[in-house]
């Protein structure tokens, strides 16, 4: 449809990871339009600004950036409000309300959020421990993991884990297979949190139907069976209810929205924890 195609500049003065999440968790709000991105990272200098603003200029749209120099600041809000085009720094307010919060003022240190600290070897190691721990291997140290993920196949175990490891969490998974008892070791971890995830069994047959033709595989068997599919759900209800390990219904989640989840439980249970100490 005409006129439905825009220009969107994100800036930063880092890895522009910041501000583009900020701008795809917006732009997915609107259907029936096409963004064109413009991502300028590690913009530092007052020459690489102003050709930044010259490429704004020939593809018009609006400006969000990430700049901790207030000089190149001001350098694109005076070029935006000459083309007359919208400007916003995403973590300006936030930036504010924290200073005043604080009766501080915010270190001027472009990527500081990825240094090399101890939180990025922990999400280093998490990200080695998930990826070591996926899909049932190595059960032999479940117990060093912050949280276990179990369910049937194809019910978002792995990607979750992956997220989560992402945020310093080391997640392991162990699938659960008809007719095949889960692992002795899983049965006996004790300080990892448990959650087990369970879907719509309709969903999950199309998920494995789906998965089967990318694979080029046969779509008629009994891991699309709907009957056996259903008994698989039910089979994981019931050992979740008899182990009383936390479930999560993935139907309508995202990965982000199940993770969430996760965290919030694994952030519960350790104030828990540090009450009854």
């Known amino acids: 449809m005409p006129g439905r195609n825009f220009h969107v500049h994100l800036v930063s003065d880092s890895t522009g990871e910041t501000v583009s999440s900020v701008a795809r968790a917006c732009l997915v709000q609107y259907e029936g339009i096409f963004v064109q991105e413009h991502v300028w990272s590690l913009v530092r200098t007052k020459g690489q600004m102003e050709k930044v603003m010259q490429e704004v200029e020939r593809n018009r749209g609006p400006v969000l950036y990430t700049l901790v120099d207030p000089d190149l600041r001001d350098l694109v809000r005076d070029k935006c409000r000459q083309l007359q085009l919208p400007c916003v720094g995403v973590l300006d307010q936030v930036m504010s309300v924290l200073g ?76 659960l297979v008809p007719s095949v008892p889960p692992p002795d070791e899983l049965e006996a971890a004790s300080r990892p949190l448990v959650v087990g995830l369970i879907t719509d069994p309709e969903r999950l047959v199309q998920i494995r139907v789906n998965r089967l033709r990318l694979l080029q595989r046969d779509t008629e068997s009994e891991y699309t069976d709907m009957e056996r599919v259903q008994r698989e759900i039910q089979d994981a209800r019931r050992l979740y209810a008899r182990k009383k390990w936390a479930t999560i219904d993935v139907t309508r989640r995202s990965i982000e929205e199940t993770a969430a989840a996760i965290l919030a439980m694994l952030s519960q249970r350790r104030e828990q924890r540090q009450a009854a100490q």
């Open 100 to 175: 005043l919060h604080f009766h501080s003022k915010s270190e001027q240190w472009p990527g500081r959020q990825h240094q090399l600290d101890e939180g990025y070897f922990d999400r280093i190691d998490a990200m080695h421990y998930t990826l070591a721990h996926d899909d049932g291997q190595s059960t032999h140290d479940l117990e060093d993991a912050d949280v276990i993920l179990v369910g049937p196949s194809r019910t978002s175990k792995t990607p979750t884990c992956v997220y989560l490891a992402n945020r310093g969490v080391r997640a392991a998974n162990v699938p």
